[in-house]
């Protein structure tokens, strides 16, 4: 059974830090992993999207990369913003005909 | 584009009574999906539509839960009845390709079961 894991539960960081957040799983044979922002009382927002044969995907100031054989994905915020202030998911899509199995995400507050 | 849309945003009742959540996805999405989410948890999958039929209800407390999607469009889902481990909010999702196409959430229902 896949499981999601990310470290830190919380990260608080001054402004214009660049910052890195971690996720892992626990099976390696995953379709795709997804990076959502959660805004408090609102739904998810996709970011970033890897396929499994993907290495990184960039947007904006936002790099997400993954390493399928440890099991491992990171996602690089630079020169860090209030407005980044959120709660951050990994999400993970098995090969199979499986749901997104998610983290329990990393809150981060970015302060001016 | 208009996004996915929940009702009620938030909803507070006693255990033992029954609720129920109204989810209307992006136009032109086949596929639905209902979300449990516990504070401090990620989402979990509840179920999962394909126009209006059920792919995956495999994680949904069928004693408790039901939920439809009548004519493959809005969708309902409903607690009768509650308990207090039912407190979390209540997302509710859309995707063009199914499984494999980026899933757009609403933003959610927020329920507290006294």
């Known amino acids: 059974k896949q499981e999601v894991t990310q470290i830190p539960a919380a990260l608080s960081v001054p402004e214009g830090e660049n910052l890195v957040l971690n996720c892992s799983f626990t099976d390696s044979a995953i379709y795709n992993l997804q990076w959502f922002r959660q805004d408090p009382g609102k739904g998810l927002t996709s970011l970033l999207l890897?396929?499994?044969?993907?290495r990184e995907q960039t947007s904006g100031r936002l790099n997400a990369s993954l390493d399928k054989s440890s099991g491992r994905s990171t996602l690089y915020i630079a020169a860090s913003q209030p407005g980044d202030s959120a709660t951050y998911l990994c999400?993970?899509?098995?090969?199979?005909?499986?749901?997104?199995?998610f983290g329990k995400g990393t809150r981060l507050s970015v302060i001016a | 584009e208009a996004g996915v849309a929940q009702s009620p945003r938030y909803k507070i009742i006693e255990k033992r009574q029954s609720v129920a959540f109204w989810c209307n996805p992006i136009?032109?999405?086949?596929?639905l999906y209902w979300y449990q989410q516990i504070l401090g948890q990620g989402p979990k999958l509840l179920i999962q539509?394909?126009?209006?039929?059920?792919?995956?209800d495999s994680q949904l407390p069928k004693d408790r839960f039901s939920a439809e999607r009548l004519k493959g469009v809005d969708s309902t889902l409903k607690i009768q009845p509650a308990k207090l481990e039912d407190s979390a909010v209540y997302l509710c999702?859309?995707?063009?390709?199914?499984?494999?196409?980026?899933?757009?959430f609403g933003p959610g229902t927020r329920l507290l079961v006294l």
């Open positions: 999400a993970v899509e098995d090969s199979g005909n499986t749901p997104l199995v």
């Open positions: 136009s032109g999405h086949a596929t």
């Open positions: 890897i396929q499994s044969s993907q």
């Open positions: 999702a859309s995707s063009f390709k199914g499984l494999r196409g980026t899933q757009y």
């Open positions: 539509f394909q126009n209006n039929g059920v792919v995956d």
